[in-house]
């Protein structure tokens, strides 16, 4: 596979730097425990080494599985989960390294707070859940440490438990912080999504009022010369065959003038797609497009509505007409095949070409304009896209659509 680009709706886009997030927690603290595994076999601790290398297992445990756990596709839909159990395990293995050995009560108090503070920055908690795992992470500290601690060392971990106060507290603010930044981005987001979504409404609108203009103004005015024309070349005198000859040059080139204009009118909106609906319309584009570029086309479309929202034929007719563009400028294909069905109560959109593929975009370039332009209409209507490139490109598009069953359906193929 060369390329392959997924857009699914807001949440599912935050989960997925989220879920790096959490590899990038497992794997800074596998490397933690490789380092300070060999310092405690070393260590000439009192305490007994297999009851002070038990809570590293337990730490180390819970870092493979979140690791595993991350790259399991249903694992992934619940990033935010897969924080909180990791951190109640590392906790519960931290209190449990206290127990054993009380005398480190400050180092682990160090590590909870940095386990917690960690969590907010990088698994992205809210404010509510830091601070339930605060309050929990500082009674369970107290109580572990009041019945494990001998007297000697009450003082030092009374510090620690201070330590981890000052850190929840940290952890806290940060929490405060990064929910407020979040919230900003997030109604940014949505300004900007819906900004979209009406720019596009409006250049619809105007390619509608355009394309009406052209085929009912311009349109007709060039009729009514061609009209004048064809009578003044019959009414040329038989002596003057020049002078007809020109008329019927003009005649010519005005003919293909409004056949130019007809053409420029359909592909600015094709009065088809408002007069009968998507799969005409669809049906119209795709024999076209193989016409003029001499490729096989196949048009599909299954157990459809008569008709559906403006919205959804808008959107799916211009993904369709930017995918079939990308197929001529790019692919080098010899066929395209464009099939149109429901499933569920999802909408189904797909453009496939035999042709080059995709390349993997490097340095960082944004991909093209159109695909831009379709993520932002899938995007609008809450749907998915999916664009993957082997043994030539194939588009997917998924859109939620409410009330199918309650709709006339058919099914046509062409």
């Known amino acids: 596979m060369r390329a392959a680009m997924t857009s699914a709706p807001d949440r599912q886009e935050r989960d997925e730097p989220r879920t790096w997030s959490l590899r990038a927690i497992a794997v800074v603290v596998l490397g933690a425990l ?37 790259w399991v596709r249903p694992a992934l839909r619940v990033p935010g989960r897969l924080a909180l159990l990791y951190a ?19 180092m682990v108090a160090n590590t909870l707070s940095s386990l917690l503070i960690g969590s907010v920055v990088l698994a992205g908690w809210t404010v509510q859940r830091t601070t339930a795992l605060a309050i929990a ?44 930044m979040r919230g900003g981005l997030m109604r940014r987001h949505r300004e900007l999504t819906d900004l979209s979504a009406r720019l596009m409404a409006l250049q619809e609108e105007e390619r509608r009022k355009l394309s009406r203009e052209l085929h009912d103004g311009v349109g007709q005015s060039l009729t009514a010369v061609l009209s004048y024309l064809w009578l003044v070349e019959r ?24 056949a130019q204009i ?64 990308n197929v001529a400028r790019h692919a080098k294909a010899h066929s395209v095949r464009v099939r149109l069905g429901i499933a569920g109560r999802e909408l189904r959109l797909e453009v496939a070409d035999d042709g080059v593929g995709l390349d993997t975009p490097r340095n960082g370039h944004p991909p093209g304009m159109g695909l ?18 082997d043994h030539g490109t194939r588009l997917a598009v998924r859109l939620p659509l409410p009330d199918v069953d309650a709709l006339p359906s058919g099914d046509e193929s062409h």
């Open 34 to 70: 490789l380092l300070f595994l060999p310092l405690e076999i070393a260590s000439s601790a009192p305490e007994p080494l297999g009851r002070r290398l038990a809570p590293y297992a337990g730490f180390g445990l819970c870092t493979v599985l979140l690791l595993i756990a991350s």
């Open 88 to 106: 109640v395990g590392m906790m519960a293995s931290a209190l449990a390294y206290l127990w054993v050995v009380p005398r480190e009560a400050m």
């Open 137 to 180: 992470m500082a009674c369970a500290f107290a109580f572990v440490g009041l019945r494990g601690v001998p007297p000697e060392t009450a003082s030092p971990f009374g510090f620690a438990l201070g330590a981890l106060l000052v850190g929840a507290g940290v952890a806290v603010a940060c929490a405060t912080v990064l929910d407020r």
């Open 235 to 258: 009414e040329v005198p038989d002596g003057m065959t020049a002078l007809r000859q020109r008329v019927a040059e003009t005649r010519r080139l005005a003919s293909q003038t409004l």
């Open 262 to 325: 007809r053409e420029l009118s359909q592909m600015l909106r094709p009065s088809v797609l408002d007069d009968y609906g998507l799969v005409p319309s669809l049906d119209a584009h795709v024999r076209a497009f193989g016409e003029r570029q001499h490729l096989d086309t196949t048009f599909t479309a299954e157990a459809l509505p008569e008709r559906l929202t403006p919205a959804i034929e808008t959107a799916i007719y211009r993904i369709t007409q930017e995918a079939l563009a």
């Open 372 to 389: 831009i332009g379709v993520r932002e209409r899938v995007r609008a209507l809450g749907g998915t896209m999916v664009l993957a490139s």
